[in-house]
């Protein structure tokens, strides 16, 4: 506990899978009082019933990309916690794959929506919050594809994109009031989503599984994919007092990326 994380009020979103489960499990593993909340209420519950922390901790379901979700999400926070240290955003879809001609404005639409407007509205509600803690810090979760471009998924490369100019613009904006706001670039993540990328990105070119997958590990300097607990211990590091001079960057966690195209056409 001398990473001066104990008791800090941490609300992550989409924390009850993927990296955000990590995330939630790592602040926890610190000491760290912890918020999650989940548009899955299923999962928020199996998460409540799983861990042992679930009587120092907020479980609550929601839709981050709706302000009123937001709003009432932050009102929780406040009657449980009494306010909050830490925002950590990672609510995120993977949106549409597929040439830009043959997308849909409704989904391009609905990948911005929870991948940045979902950002913007928790950082929105959380600031009035976040001004009465002491070393108090934003935590967003943007992409590799946010520094890189992706071909066939433009929509979630758009929002990524957005996320980082969103980070240093609070960065600058939140710095002289005593708040730390940093973005975590992840590359590709071992799970369920980016299983479901490479599904749809092989059935795209007409080429086998395996095929995608084996050139996302090659396109990377030390040839793996990434875990989802990398990118946890990452955020509780800039969360921790170890950090308390790091604001405004965009830290990617992908092994080094060298390219991101994936198999050719």
């Keep these: ?14 924390g009850a899978g993927g990296i955000g489960h990590a995330i939630a499990l ?11 909340v989940d548009v899955n209420a299923d999962a928020v519950e199996e998460l409540r019933a799983s861990v042992s922390w679930a009587d120092r901790g907020a479980f609550s379901s929601g839709d ?13 926070q406040q009657e449980r916690f009494g306010g909050i240290d830490v925002l ?39 600031v009035p919050l976040l001004l009465e803690a002491s070393d108090a810090s934003i935590i967003n979760i943007s992409s590799t594809a946010g520094w890189h471009g992706y071909p066939l998924r433009t929509p979630y490369a758009s929002a990524k994109w957005a996320v ?9 904006e939140l710095g002289p009031r005593g708040i730390r706001v940093n973005a975590i670039c992840p590359g590709s993540v071992s799970g369920t989503r980016m299983d479901r990328v490479i599904t ?3 059935r795209e070119k007409g080429v086998p599984e395996d095929m995608i997958r084996q050139s996302y590990a090659r396109n990377v300097s030390l040839r793996t994919f990434i875990d989802p ?12 007092a170890g950090a308390r001079r790091i604001t405004g960057q965009a830290i990617s966690v992908d092994g080094h ?9």
């Design 164 to 172: 980082i100019g969103l980070t240093k613009s609070l960065a600058m």
């Design 229 to 240: 607990e990398d990118i946890a211990r990452t955020a509780v590091f800039l969360a921790s």
């Design 88 to 126: 950590v955003n990672c609510a995120g879809i993977k949106g549409p794959t597929g040439p830009v001609e043959t997308l849909e404005l409704g989904d391009w639409r609905e990948c911005l929506a929870v991948n940045l407007d979902a950002t913007f509205l928790c950082c929105k509600h959380a």
């Design 200 to 202: 749809e990105e092989a």
């Design 257 to 265: 990326l060298e390219s991101l195209g994936g198999v050719d056409d």
């Design 64 to 76: 981050v990309s709706d302000e009123s979700a937001v709003a009432l999400m932050m009102r929780h």
């Design 1 to 14: 506990m001398m990473n001066g994380l104990e008791d800090r009020r941490v609300l992550i979103t989409a």
């Design 26 to 36: 790592e602040f926890a593993a610190a000491g760290s009082r912890v918020h999650v």
